[in-house]
């Protein structure tokens, strides 16, 4: 075999290759596991999680804004301290709302930002104080059925 | 009669540490002796189209199958949930995690594998390689070492095309023939597909794979006894262990990369 046919097929065979990877990376995955230099990080403190995973996406009116980076157990407030890195081009101001929420019935779940008015913008390893925790379906049928029980006690 | 089979028993245990030993003075001697394969790499490159180059058509056409089998039998399950919006999801992340370094890596062992247990088992039965060391050349350094490199480089991406094509497969079933959402279908895959978790462990996956698989022909040629039998056994014997040594590693890689997740 003549050796530049055998090297342009290797050739044309590595550009396919890396071709390949990068539709992979590029079309197939997201690339866009925020990378820290672009990205700062915001702690939400929740009395309950529910079934929040790292990973899952911070959303704010439905937009993707960043990525829940760590959780962990706050073992002096016994609450889950959630890490939230977002990216740098979305700013929000310091009295910023977080709430876990569930898109659909039984999907995903994910962190939702709600913006308040404060002009002053929050900051890396800032923290968001006002929260809302997940919400956890035992407790809302105890409580339908507390009220549903109330409802029929003879007065 | 027992004595016999205490015999035997001995014999095999004596038999398999004698070739797991020159196994692995086998595959050092190959990493020590690789120099030649970069400073000469036409060698590589040749041994690269013979390899990868000639193995594009069954990884290709397998891939698309596979990804479009994958979309047809997805669906199904799925839209029994109302949930065929994740047919993407599915797809995509059975063909990165799983099928594409696995598949790709069993036919790599049934297509260049044999052809280069064959080829090496051939070429000691044939008295080629004692004739290079009669030359002072080292056949470790000119014959084998080349072959290792090319099916290193070769099979991840090999596997990045199979994982690929799959994909588009999937895509053919499912949005043009089926009808799912084109857009729900790229972005569920996307939300759920991690460039780190997924698609860099799928490639570790496919170059540990090409190791294997390459070390185990290569092995097998050099070890095959010189004669006719022998080679067609050894070459057997490459796709057989080859194939069960991809699925076992596979397990144990899957069982380390990606317990943690979900």
Redesign the interface.
């Known amino acids: 075999?003549n050796?530049t046919v055998?090297?342009f097929?290797?050739g044309?065979?590595?550009i396919?290759?890396?071709?390949?990877?990068l539709?992979?990376?590029l079309?197939?995955?997201?690339?866009s596991?925020v990378n820290s230099s672009d990205s700062y990080e915001v702690i939400a403190d929740f009395q309950n999680i529910g079934g929040l995973?790292p990973?899952a996406?911070v959303k704010s009116a439905g937009v993707v804004v960043g990525r829940v980076a760590d959780i962990r157990f706050d073992n002096e407030k016994y609450e889950a301290a959630v890490t939230l890195r977002l990216d740098k081009r979305y700013a929000f101001p310091k009295d910023t709302s977080a709430a876990i929420m569930t898109s659909g019935l039984l999907g995903e779940q994910y962190v939702g930002l709600e913006a308040g008015g404060d002009s002053q913008k929050l900051k890396d390893k800032d923290r968001i104080l006002i929260t809302q925790d997940a919400v956890v379906l035992e407790n809302l049928i105890g409580q339908f059925l507390y009220g549903k029980a109330q409802e029929g006690a003879p007065k | 009669m027992l004595k016999q089979a205490i015999e035997n028993l001995g014999n095999h245990t004596i038999q398999g540490v004698w070739r797991i030993g020159f196994a692995s003075r086998f595959f050092l001697s190959m990493l020590l002796h690789s120099g030649t394969a970069f400073r000469r790499f036409?060698l590589t490159?040749?041994e690269?189209?013979f390899t990868?180059?000639l193995s594009?058509i069954i990884i290709l056409v397998s891939g698309l199958f596979v990804g479009m089998v994958l979309g047809l039998q997805g669906y199904e399950t799925l839209q029994r949930y109302g949930s065929e919006s994740a047919l993407g999801t599915l797809v995509?992340l059975s063909l990165?995690r799983e099928l594409g370094p696995v598949l790709a890596g069993l036919l790599f062992a049934s297509r260049a594998g044999s052809a280069i247990t064959a080829e090496i088992g051939l070429m000691k039965a044939t008295e080629q390689l004692s004739a290079m060391e009669m030359m002072a050349v080292d056949p470790i350094a000119r014959v084998v070492a080349p072959r290792f490199w090319a099916g290193v480089i070769?099979m991840?991406?090999?596997a990045?095309?199979f994982?690929?094509?799959g994909?588009l497969g999937g895509y053919l079933v499912g949005v043009k023939l089926i009808g799912v959402d084109e857009g729900t279908f790229?972005s569920q895959?996307?939300?759920a597909?991690?460039?780190?978790q997924?698609?860099l462990n799928g490639?570790i996956k496919s170059v540990v794979f090409g190791i294997a698989v390459t070390t185990i022909a290569l092995f097998e040629g050099y070890d095959a006894p010189p004669t006719a039998e022998g080679v067609s056994g050894a070459t057997t014997r490459t796709v057989v262990t080859s194939s069960l040594v991809v699925l076992a590693l596979d397990f144990i890689l899957t069982a380390f990369m990606f317990r943690g997740l979900?």
């Open positions: 075999m050796k055998l090297d097929w290797v044309l065979f590595v396919a290759g890396i071709g390949a990877l539709f992979l990376a079309k197939v995955g997201s690339m596991t995973k990973r996406p | 036409g490159i040749r690269m189209y990868g180059v594009l995509a990165v070769s991840p991406l090999l990045a095309l994982s690929a094509m994909v790229w895959m996307q939300g597909v991690d460039f780190e997924d698609i490639v979900n």
